[in-house]
């Protein structure tokens, strides 16, 4: 697959590139460490990657065989509308996931993890940049009267809090977030970018093969480490447990089911855009693929805790031996089961799609008594997060909803949702993100954005 | 220099899936390994593994059946090294579970990492091979390398 580059124009990248010193201070560092843990790679490139073999036509959907739109106007005015939706959701992803990983990027207890990390959000600032040039490298005036610089201002000033999807409004507790987070939201992340690379809007699917090749590397950059650490926690490292990690894989785990949509059995979340030739599957076949594959990766974790435990077990006692755990939910060999990793049911702590507000227990039982419920999930919650105004908000939505005081569609609603206004830099009230630059055109170095 | 060898084996084999390497093939590369080698190393092949990735995620390939990964072949398309700049496809590590030798897996894993190879430009693929390891020689052969006018040298140090 070749790829080709592309630069956006001046006053967008200098809008991007300011985000980043407010949002990512610590990118400079990626520079430093680069030699070091990322030898002979080829450097950071702050840019749009475009692939240039996608198919031309139309490859599913009711407009299949025909060509792929190459503007927004050439889509039917629908598909159009929710392409624009889709990209503005993934542009907040991208900045959002930024924003949570540097709160506690500095927290890291192994410089190769911080290295890791560090590169996954440069990376993931490029996948941003790759948004921001597919909202600013077209005419979008057939389904929004917002121009190009206003929907950019809009996706740069979002924060943790204001992002599109809630898995981008927690903050992270801990440097265990961010490893959790890549491995099973920037899995979600990579569902969405396979799905879309059959998209019907060409210049979209050409941009989902260079991003899925990093995305891999962040799925390892979240699944080896955790990996490391469930031998450590296994070896009776007092301070890797397998319960912190079990606790995260909780949080992040649960939102990250709502980052497919409405996926209520026998509903048609996510239809419309398989028929309109923008992604290859619903949102329920995504998120049942999804499941299965983050309880992969809970197998693979805990076979590594179950052999580290037991290193006189031979490799395949050790396979029986975790699958007897799996089966009987018991105790055997020094082991219980309660000591591996687990996923809660899929209703389970939910705030949309199926099971939102209703009281299941962490194994799918019901409860009539929502303390009880609340009780149950804050159980399975990390503490700190446990503390926060997120648990406390559901708390409250499942009590009112339950005493018939706000109804379920209200309570869904209810979410803390995007601010759409217009803002400014941080740094100087009146200035925006985006701003006029002399000669416009290409990128580079020399613009002077803020007085 | 391919490392780990194809071992002894035999066996009815499930229908095989070639796919491109990801974080989740890490132990069944490792289990591959172990039984050939008697060594459980996951932190080396989580290494390997990472690399790989890193470098090219669409690359390196592996062979499952029935959900287990049977065969694994690292590589990647690198130039300028050793003073030959052309763009070469290595092929650095491959392995194949006991079980399943002389089921064609390793040809499958060859044929897909070729070809990717090929789509990045690559003209020539390039490997190293010990002599002793003659399982692997013949195999190598198999798939089409031949003896190249590059002497291999070393320097005990």
Known sequence: MAEIKRDMPREYHEAVVHWQKHNFPDYPKLVQLWDRYFPRDEPFCLCAKLADDVDPEIQLGDRKGQPKALSPKELPQDAAHLLL???????????????????????????????????????????????????TSQDWSSVTEQKPADMVEEILNMNTGSHVLAAFNLEFDSFTDNVVFAALIDRVGKYQLSMQKVSAYEPYAASMPPMLKEEAFHLAAGVVP??????RAAKGDALVTMEVI????????????????????????????VRMGLKDMNNRQAQDSYIAEVQKVLDDLNERYVRAKRPDLSRDEADALYAKLKREKGSADGIAYEDL????????????????????????????????????????????????????????????????????KDAIKSMPRLARVGGSCPCARSVRWVMDVDGGGASGEGARLHP | MVRTARAAGGGVMAEIRIHP??????????????????????????????????????ASQVAEADGAVVGFMLGEVRGGEFGLEEATGWLDFMGVDPGTRGKGVGARLAEALLAHFRSCGAHVARTMVRNEDEQILGFVRSIGFAPAPISSLEKRL
């Not at chain 1, 900045?95 to 996954?120: C, K, M, N, Y």
């Not at chain 1, 785990?253 to 409405?262: A, I, N, P, S």
């Open chain 1, 85 to 135: 939706g889709q990209i503005r959701a993934q542009a907040s992803t991208e900045f959002g996931s930024i924003q949570q990983h540097e709160g506690t990027l500095a927290r890291a207890a192994d410089p190769q993890d911080q290295a890791w990390v560090l590169r996954v959000m440069a990376e993931e600032l490029r996948h941003g940049y790759q948004m921001v040039h597919l909202l």
């Open chain 1, 226 to 231: 955790l990996r490391r650490w469930v031998e």
């Open chain 1, 246 to 273: 079990q606790k995260s894989v909780v949080k992040w785990f649960v939102r990250g089911l709502e980052m497919f949509g409405d996926d209520r059995p026998g509903g048609h979340g996510g239809d419309d855009a």
């Open chain 1, 341 to 408: 990793l687990r996923l809660p049911d899929r209703r389970f702590f939910r705030r949309r799609g199926e099971g939102a507000f209703q009281m299941y227990g962490f194994d799918g039982q019901t409860f009539d008594d929502p303390e009880k419920c609340i009780a149950d999930v804050a159980a399975h919650l990390p503490e700190a997060y446990r503390a926060s105004v997120d648990v406390r908000h559901w708390s409250n939505m499942l009590r009112k909803v339950h005493a018939g005081e706000v109804s379920l």
């Open chain 2, 21 to 58: 390497l990801t974080e989740l093939d890490i132990d069944g590369i490792t289990r591959i390994d172990e039984r050939i080698t008697g060594r459980y190393r996951p932190e080396v092949w989580e290494e390997r593994v990472t690399y790989y990735i890193r470098r090219d995620a669409e």
